[in-house]
């Protein structure tokens, strides 16, 4: 039976309508988030956030990870560090959080699609599971810093930026991580570190560098700390509570 395509149709016919295409595994994907419409999820209301923070914190029994950020950036911040009111708001592609959350192994498609839950019911969620996030200029103002104590000391501490790896001793101190084996340091999840190709003396190797090691894809901040725990008394301990941490965000909702 003849047919109108040429061959080379043919074919490309074929391979588009039987031929699977291959799947990225999740844990080579970059943080996109593309599939998803964030201007379609209602925003939450910030009345009772504070309250709703403190209680989430109140109700883990322990602090698997305590992430420590910089500074509280002016455009939709609220009282949670890294955290926005709005899906459009945090999944837009300058926000940090978006690249924090998903390089610990948050995966923003399961989550926004299954009941258009807020970034605020996120971050909570988080919290009542041990992982909770704070900047570093608010450590000695912050409301909830007192319910983090009293959960007793970090498994992981992550000190993400300059600022907050410049306090490490203090902010070691205060939340009790007296195994500096626990303490991580790992530039600011920024995107404009990701385009820098200014060196790092932290790090020894460029922004952009430092930045993809920790941040480029999903998982990767899991893969980094586990990295960068040194040779001590408790590492496999420690490499134990890391995989703990990413079995608690790949697995919200």
């Not at 978006?98 to 839950?117: E, M």
């Not at 993809?212 to 894809?217: I, M, R, Y």
């Amino acid at each position: 039976m003849g047919s109108d395509l040429p061959p080379i149709r043919i074919i490309a016919f074929l391979n588009q309508k039987f031929i699977k295409r291959k799947k990225v595994p999740i844990h080579q994907q970059e943080c996109s988030c593309n599939v998803i419409n964030p201007s379609s999820v209602e925003t939450t209301n910030q009345g009772s956030l504070l309250n709703d923070y403190i209680n989430a914190i109140s109700d883990c029994d322990e602090v698997n990870l305590l992430v420590v950020g910089n500074n509280e950036y002016e455009n939709g911040a609220n009282e949670i560090a890294f955290c926005k009111n709005s899906w459009a708001a945090l999944l837009n592609g300058r926000v940090s959080g978006r690249y924090l959350l998903c390089a610990l192994g948050v995966n923003f498609q399961n989550i926004v699609n299954d009941g258009n839950k807020s970034p605020v019911e996120l971050f909570c969620k988080l919290a009542r599971c041990g992982i909770i996030f704070i900047n570093q200029e608010e450590v000695s103002s912050s409301p909830y810093v007192s319910a983090i104590i009293d959960r007793g000391s970090p498994k992981i501490l992550l000190l993400c930026g300059t600022p907050a790896i410049n306090k490490s001793f203090l902010l070691s101190r205060m939340f009790r991580v007296l195994e500096t084996c626990r303490i991580i340091h790992a530039i600011h999840p920024d995107i404009e570190n990701s385009n820098s190709g200014s060196f790092s003396e932290i790090f020894q190797k460029s922004r952009s560098e430092a930045w993809s090691e920790c941040w480029g894809k999903y998982g990767k901040a899991i893969d980094y700390m586990k990295s960068n725990v040194p040779s001590c008394l408790s590492a496999q301990n420690i490499l134990n509570d890391i995989d703990r941490i990413y079995s608690i965000t790949s697995s919200l909702y």
